[in-house]
């Protein structure tokens, strides 16, 4: 998602005038688009822009100019703009304030204003049409924006807003346009893409309705979330051509009380007969998943019930995450968190566990 948002804006930007530099040496101007979903990317983030010492004009962009706001500028006071990621459309004309207070002045302006613009709801669709795709085969493209489902560890609903869709004759047209720019592989995005829905197309059909595309030769899709997932769902999968036929379905936890806690609305029984489901429709599909580790009182047995899903289920590949408390989600409020060492020795035993049978899976 932030991938696709750097290149939304990179297109406005472009529109507005201004050139892409190709290292950041050469560039007047640094903005970074931020991830707040662990606390190492944000940590990462601070250190980057304190890096600089004040020899560019620096804007902080995304989830966390959302997170910190105005506090952004205490935090680094090389910081020059902060725009959350439901404001980005409006980068061009920030930059340009920022440019016009600087003809009045004679040395190194731009830093002595400061610009935040954090309370934007929705975005204009014009931002998806600028026609800026890095890949020159490939785009990304965003079906709905936010979520609504508050698992519990999760900021990205604080971050992004509730779950907004994308009108479907929007979305056709913006493929349309990537497909006669000579694009042929699309990627649709969404934090939880099976619960699209603008009536009457909902996420099954938005998919046929792509698939009929002429000039698209493959397309997939991420995130779907368990809850949402269907027998129609996966027929989707096996009958559209030119679907790539690979589910990634995070399970987060084997043991239900973890999963209750964490607040995804489905028990490790609902998620086996999905992914058998799945297996014996879409034959020979890919499966991958996420999971993350040392969730807040997970106990050993918890840990080791998620050991024995990850045998069972044997996913093609899993993103493994140790657990990072973020501030305002509801886990965090949970005291008992569990030491680091805790962490790091539960992420490495299910890393193993997984890469033995990633690479059994790829041998075959
Ligand atoms: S589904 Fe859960 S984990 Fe995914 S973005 Fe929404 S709140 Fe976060």
Redesign the pocket.
């Known amino acids: 998602m932030n991938v696709r948002d750097s290149e939304v804006i990179c297109g406005l930007l472009q529109k507005a005038g201004y050139r892409i530099s190709a290292t950041d040496q050469d560039a007047e101007i640094v903005i970074f688009n931020t991830c707040s979903v662990r606390k190492h990317a944000e940590d990462r983030v601070w250190s980057l822009i304190g890096s600089y010492k004040g020899s560019k004009v620096i804007g902080l962009v995304g989830c966390m100019a959302q997170n910190y706001k105005e506090q952004a500028f205490q935090r680094d006071s090389n910081i020059s703009f902060v725009v959350g990621p439901q404001d980005i459309h409006k980068l061009p004309v920030i930059i340009k304030s920022l440019q016009g207070d600087s003809s009045c002045k004679d040395s190194s302006p731009l830093l002595e204003r400061k610009i935040w613009e954090t309370e934007g709801v929705l975005r204009p669709e014009e931002i998806y049409h600028t026609d800026f795709y890095q890949d020159k085969n490939h785009a990304f493209v965003v079906i709905s924006e936010g979520?609504s489902?508050?698992?519990s560890y999760?900021v990205?609903?604080y971050v992004r807003g509730p779950l907004r869709h994308r009108k479907y004759k929007d979305i056709l047209t913006e493929i349309r346009e990537a497909l006669a720019l000579g694009i042929t592989k699309v990627t649709l995005l969404g934090?939880?893409v099976n619960a699209y829905d603008d009536r009457p197309v909902n996420f099954i059909k938005l998919l046929a309705q792509i698939n009929a595309l002429s000039g698209l030769k493959e397309f997939d899709f991420f995130t779907s979330?368990p809850k949402d997932a269907s027998l129609d769902f996966f027929k989707a999968i096996r009958d559209l051509e030119k679907l790539v036929k690979r589910l990634h379905l995070p399970l987060q936890s084997g043991s239900d009380r973890i999963l209750k806690l964490m607040n995804r609305g489905y028990v490790v029984k609902d998620y086996l007969a999905l992914i058998d489901s799945y297996r014996k429709i879409v034959k020979g599909g890919l499966l991958t998943t996420d999971i993350i580790v040392g969730f807040p009182t997970e106990t050993d047995r918890e840990f080791k019930e998620t050991c024995v899903l990850v045998k069972q289920a044997r996913f093609n590949a899993a993103y493994i995450f140790k657990y990072s408390s973020r501030p305002g989600t509801e886990a965090a409020k949970i005291f008992d968190q569990l030491k680091q060492s805790q962490l790091e020795k539960r992420h490495k035993k299910i890393l193993d566990l997984q890469r033995s049978i990633s690479k059994e899976l790829r041998k075959r």
């Open positions: 979520c489902n508050f698992c999760c990205v609903p934090q939880n979330h």
